[in-house]
């Protein structure tokens, strides 16, 4: 009975002080907006950052020149088309289902009066397979278009909107200058959601026409050098098992004996997420460690607050113990009411994170946002530790004051 009557005190307390008690609310609703808020874009941006990378192929790994320093040098040995035969056999890696490479170039595209600088990516045939990527307009390059150096381009849409004016344009059969060489466009790629590059800012045309007549790619020995090696794994086969195949193939032909020293990088999709996702965590637990400092200044508003409406009520409190309230009476009383204001301030700032999260999609499109149940009992759980801790020295100095001290005082 007492606990229902020190809840009934403390709420007509607080409603007899609304503006106080709103102010003194105030901090907590910041701290707690802002905390949750945080938490909530980052576990979007952290879900959305793995979702583009799945797009990019669970079964792919991805294979890049990556110089390693020997002194004051760099060194490495380049990556050809050489290697993508090999590694597209049965033997060097067997766990591999199909190759692609790509070489790309920095282009100069003009049409007409209109000139857009973009890359020019060479790619085989085996490409677009890897990549899961098809043309929406037109057609794709055939293996005779490769071997002969053909120069035909397939545009994305950034390009097409940049030259044509509309991303929705057909300019299929039409002949661009790309660095001075006429090519004759056979397709526009679907448009992809970026990931760390545009792929729709690009052209891709075959890898010879780049190695060749867009560069100068050869190497004596080796036929010519590309840029990224893209290896697809058997859907029965183990990334790590066809990653060791394909690092083994590359120190051995390099001629390194130690795997530190390697001038070459293999990477999956998921391991760039994982990484990628590591540093988003990091960063959200950082941005909601100092968004925290704004409830320990709220709650050490709460206590403030609590320390006046105790010495506003001196002689209530000597009162109540005069007609008999106990010690824990005049502590619950008090500390109901820091609870109250701390667990009204965190409803307060789910409510305001809430109204952020409707909006953030306005800002960053594609990334959907949510409150968790989580996060929600986290704010609650912490408001309510800010309310105990920072009402239990306010609520303990009333429950401890003397009744005859208390009616005395004015």
């Known amino acids: 009975m007492r606990f229902f009557e020190s809840f009934r005190i403390a709420v007509v307390s607080l409603l007899l002080n609304r503006t106080r008690a709103l102010l003194t609310m105030l901090g907590i609703i910041i701290g707690v907006g802002a905390v949750v808020s945080l938490m909530s874009l980052g576990r979007g941006v952290q879900d959305y950052v793995a979702s583009q990378f799945e797009g990019l192929g669970a079964d792919l790994l991805t294979v890049r020149g990556s110089p390693p320093m020997r002194g004051f040098f760099q060194a490495t040995n380049p990556l050809t088309m050489v ?9 060097v890696a067997p766990d591999v289902n199909q190759v692609a490479a790509d070489y790309s170039v920095n282009g100069t595209v003009v049409d007409g009066y209109t000139s857009v600088s973009v890359t020019v990516r060479g790619v085989t045939g085996s490409y677009f397979a890897v990549q899961d990527w098809l043309p929406s307009l037109g057609s794709l390059f055939t293996q005779q278009d490769i071997d002969a150096q053909a120069q035909i381009a397939l545009l994305g849409t950034t390009v097409v909107e940049d ?6 344009y057909n300019p299929v059969g039409q002949t661009i200058r790309i660095n001075d060489l006429a090519f004759v466009i056979v397709g526009v790629m679907e448009e992809r959601t970026a990931t760390r590059s545009d792929p729709n800012n690009e052209i891709l045309v075959p890898i ?34 066809a990653q060791t195949q394909i690092e083994a193939y590359l120190l051995d032909k390099h001629g390194i004996a130690d795997a530190d020293e390697a001038d070459f990088d293999v990477t999956s999709a998921e391991t760039i997420a994982e990484s990628r996702t590591a540093v988003l965590g990091t960063l959200t637990i950082f941005l909601s460690g100092i968004a925290a400092i704004s409830l320990l200044v709220g709650g050490i508003g709460v206590m403030n607050i609590m320390l006046v409406s105790v010495s506003e009520r001196t002689q209530e409190i000597g009162l109540r113990k005069a007609v008999g309230a106990q010690h824990g009476d005049i502590l619950s009383q008090f500390l109901f009411e820091s609870i109250l204001l701390s667990l009204l301030g965190g409803a307060g700032g789910v409510a305001v994170s809430w109204g952020i999260l409707q909006i953030a999609p306005n800002f960053l499109s594609g990334v959907t946002f949510s409150l968790s149940p989580d996060v929600i009992l986290l704010a609650t759980s912490v408001s309510s530790g800010i309310g105990i801790f920072f009402g239990l020295f306010p609520a303990n100095r009333a429950a401890k004051m003397s009744p005859i001290k208390a009616l005395r005082f004015e």
Do not use: H, P, W
């Not at 697809?232 to 990334?239: F, H, L, P």
């Open 208 to 241: 010879s026409t780049a190695q060749a007549r867009l560069a100068n790619a050869r190497v004596a020995g080796e036929g010519y050098t590309v840029s990224t090696i893209y290896a697809q794994v058997s859907e029965d086969a183990s990334m790590d098992a």
């Open 163 to 168: 030259l044509f004016g509309d991303a929705t």
């Open 83 to 91: 290697d993508v035969e090999k590694l597209a056999g049965d033997t």
